[in-house]
Structure formats: C-alpha cells, structure tokens
C-alpha cells in the first residue's frame, strides 16, 4: 500500500498557488520520463478569463457567462465544449442543447420492445429491428421511461422499406398520436422488369428498396415517459413480399 501511495506523489504534483494578490491557480507538475522535464499545467484566472497554460504558454483561455463558455483561444472550433448547469441541461452560445436520452441500435440483445426479431441485409454485421419475412402488417413498440425534466423531445430513427410496397404507408405515433408518415412504391413503372434492371435491390428478395430513410422529427413532450408505436398499412401483405425494420431509434431531450 506504501509503495502504491509513493508513486502517486512521485508521478504528480498538485499545489495551489498564489502568485500575487489578485491571481491565484492550481498548479499540476507531472515529471517526463526520466524526471530531466517537467511539464507545468496550470489552470487560474486573469482579467475575467480563465487559462489552462502549459509550462507558462497559454493552451486555452476561455470566459464563462450566465450560460455561455465563450472559447477566446485555443480552440478554431468549440463544438466539443459544452457548459452544463445545475439541472444537467447543456448550453452552447446560450442555447440549451439536446441531450442524447437514449440509443437503440439494436445490436445487443433488446430490451423493452414489443417484438424483439431483428435482421441484418447484404450480409453486413448491421443488425436492425424487424426485416423481410418478419414484418408487415406489424406494429411494434416500446414505452422508454426516466426522461429527465424537459420540455421537448426530439427522436430520430432510420426506417427501411423492403421489397414491393405499392404505395402503403409506414407510421409512427408518439403517445399514440401519429407524427411521422412516408410511403413507398417499388415500380412506377408498366414494365416491372425496368424496376428490377433500374432499381436498387439491398435487402429481402429481387425488388428495389429504399434502405435508411433517416427521419428526425422534434415534439413539445414533458413527461417522464414517451411510448413509440411504428406500424404500417402493408394489411394482408406477406412479410416475405414486403417487409420493413428500422434502426437506431434515438431520444433526445432538452
Ligand atoms: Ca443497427
Ligand atoms: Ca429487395
């Protein structure tokens, strides 16, 4: 346990310093190898600004306001900054930030959703919910509970139509209130040979789909809770015929 605590002390140095009376830092003095060099960070306040400088050379100066953490230097871009309040809500340049609640990827095995078969297409180690031969005239859904405070919602989702839809539709109601809707036909065409020969084929059997449709949609939602329904109008369609799934559904709150 001794020698546990002496590297520590021998790896780094920690002390508060106070330089004069206005300008007071924390100082890290971390050894290179061989203890010929030693680096010197240290994060303080000057002239309203906070600095993290390195053996004395400024890295990064940056001022906090209300809610804004304004980057003066260091950075060409902030979009990795972020400042958080006492709520865990993000702000960037006074703006509250979404906040990723949740991610469904459906890689791992499911949890909470009403059918839990997934697919993968062309082989690819991508694995979605639903897929040919599966879903049709399916409904499928799951309630996500624990949403921190909020007063929108925003969820996006990939949806995959698969193989010969003729013009249904494919849906999703949020709290049971329908708020996304697309549909799909896999030939315009009188020749359907043409679709075959033009279209692209990526999943299911020979006819064209439309893999990945990415949808992104923003709700005024404050509850704690928020069900998902997808559903489709595919009615007596075999899932062999026509099918669909979909992927990486997401929740963001703020
Ligand atoms: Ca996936
Ligand atoms: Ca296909």
């Known amino acids: ?42 994060l303080g306040t000057e002239d309203d600004q906070c600095i993290i400088s390195v053996n004395g050379e400024p ?30 809500k993000f702000y960037f340049r006074d703006l509250q930030q979404p906040m990723l609640f949740v991610l469904d990827d459906f890689e791992i095995p499911l949890d909470g959703w009403s059918d839990t078969r997934v697919s993968q297409c062309q082989t690819i180690q991508n694995y979605f919910l639903g897929g040919p031969c599966y ?6 859904s799951k309630t996500f509970v624990g949403l921190p405070t909020h007063e929108y919602i925003t969820i996006s989702f990939n949806f995959h ?21 697309d549909t799909y036909n896999w030939c315009d065409k009188v020749m359907p040979w043409l679709c075959y020969k033009q279209g692209i084929n990526s999943c299911g059997g020979e006819a064209p789909d439309q893999i990945g449709q990415a949808i992104r949609l923003t709700l005024y939602h404050i509850n704690s809770f928020v069900n998902l329904e ?25």
Request: hydrophobic share 40%.
């Open 161 to 181: 139509f698969i193989d010969q839809w003729q013009g249904e539709i494919g849906q999703l109601k949020v709290d049971k209130l329908i708020v996304w809707q």
């Open 59 to 88: 890295l990064f100066t940056y001022k906090i306001n209300e809610h804004e953490f304004e980057i003066l230097t260091g950075f060409s871009t902030s979009d990795g900054v972020k400042i958080i309040d006492p709520e865990n």
């Open 135 to 140: 879903f049709s005239n399916n409904t499928v």
């Open 230 to 254: 997808f559903s489709t109008t595919l009615g007596k369609k075999d899932a062999c015929q026509a099918s669909w799934g979909i992927d990486n559904v997401a929740i963001y709150v703020y």
């Open 1 to 42: 346990m001794l020698i546990f605590l002496l590297q520590i002390i021998s790896a780094t140095y920690l002390s508060i310093i106070s330089e004069d009376s206005k300008l007071a830092s924390i100082q890290i003095i971390q050894p290179k190898s061989g203890n010929t060099k030693r680096l010197v960070y240290r």
